[in-house]
């Protein structure tokens, strides 16, 4: 089975930075994009950055010249260096990755379970 696991969350203040990682695990043949989205409380999951398997990356808006995306494709890994926080970034942080599993060999998307971020003072 195909796992997707985040850690890195917690508190922060203002200003502060914050690295998340998202480690797959299971019987990998190959993973293509990676993402990272965001859900605050009340509000609907958004998408806050992408990198393809090239390492092509995309953000939102709202993060851009914050954040940065980065992965390790040898340890199935996906980064979030989050920089310069605002409690508006507030939210749950789920990582999401296409990945075609070694027994089934179709191409699906998995989420993790997501990992807390609480930007406050």
């Known amino acids: 089975q195909v796992q997707l696991v985040e850690s890195g969350g917690g508190l922060v203040q203002p200003g502060g930075s914050l690295k998340l990682s998202c480690a797959a695990s299971g019987s990998i043949s190959s993973i293509y994009t990676m993402k990272w989205y965001s859900q605050a409380p009340g509000k609907q999951r958004e998408l806050v950055a992408t990198?393809?398997?090239?390492?092509?990356?995309n953000y939102a808006d709202s993060v851009k010249g914050r954040f940065t995306i980065s992965r390790d494709n040898a340890m199935n890994a996906v980064y979030l260096q989050m920089n310069s926080l605002k409690p508006e970034d507030t939210a749950v942080y789920y990582c999401?990755?296409?990945?075609?599993?070694?027994?089934?060999?179709?191409?699906?998307?998995?989420w993790g379970r997501g990992t807390q971020v609480t930007v406050s003072s």
């Open positions: 990198i393809t398997s090239g390492g092509i990356t």
């Open positions: 999401n990755a296409l990945i075609t599993p070694t027994d089934t060999r179709i191409v699906s998307t998995f």
